[in-house]
């Protein structure tokens, strides 16, 4: 048995979760925070037999796509002027899933 451990943008979430759980993936999401943007994510905990890992890691890749977001960088002086700042867009990738696949020793159901 294994534990899958994915972080997603909470963007992704809901969309992932019901293609799981109509798969017959059980799975418990857990709302979190962090990454380069600070902004929330969705860590989602699917525990699956060996057999079927294949399968929920391909919903996972399928399901969290990559895409560029532009944002606003952090403050920098403008024209060298003190205490005037300029916001700079900046393009940057957001989205996709970070995936952590851990053996099982033991797991119960009560």
């Given at each position: 048995?294994?534990?899958?451990?994915?972080?997603?943008?909470?963007e992704d979430a809901n969309r992932l979760v019901s293609e799981l759980?109509?798969?017959?993936?059980?799975?418990?999401?857990?709302?979190?925070?962090?990454?380069?943007?600070?902004?929330?994510?969705?860590?989602?905990?699917?525990?699956?037999?060996?057999?079927?890992?294949?399968?929920?890691?391909?919903?996972?890749?399928?399901?969290?796509?990559?895409?560029?977001?532009?944002?606003?960088?952090?403050?920098?002086?403008?024209?060298?002027?003190?205490?005037?700042?300029?916001?700079?867009?900046?393009?940057?990738?957001?989205?996709?899933?970070?995936?952590?696949?851990?053996?099982?020793?033991?797991?119960?159901?009560?």
């Amino acid at each position: 048995m294994k534990l899958i451990i994915a972080i997603i943008q909470d963007e992704d979430a809901n969309r992932l979760v019901s293609e799981l759980m109509n798969a017959g993936y059980g799975v418990t999401k857990l709302a979190t925070t962090g990454g380069f943007l600070r902004s929330g994510n969705t860590t989602l905990l699917v525990g699956v037999e060996d057999e079927r890992m294949d399968g929920c890691l391909h919903l996972i890749e399928k399901v969290c796509k990559s895409r560029k977001q532009i944002t606003t960088s952090t403050p920098m002086a403008a024209g060298g002027i003190a205490g005037m700042y300029a916001h700079m867009p900046v393009e940057v990738t957001v989205g996709g899933a970070t995936v952590f696949v851990v053996d099982v020793e033991q797991f119960h159901k009560y």
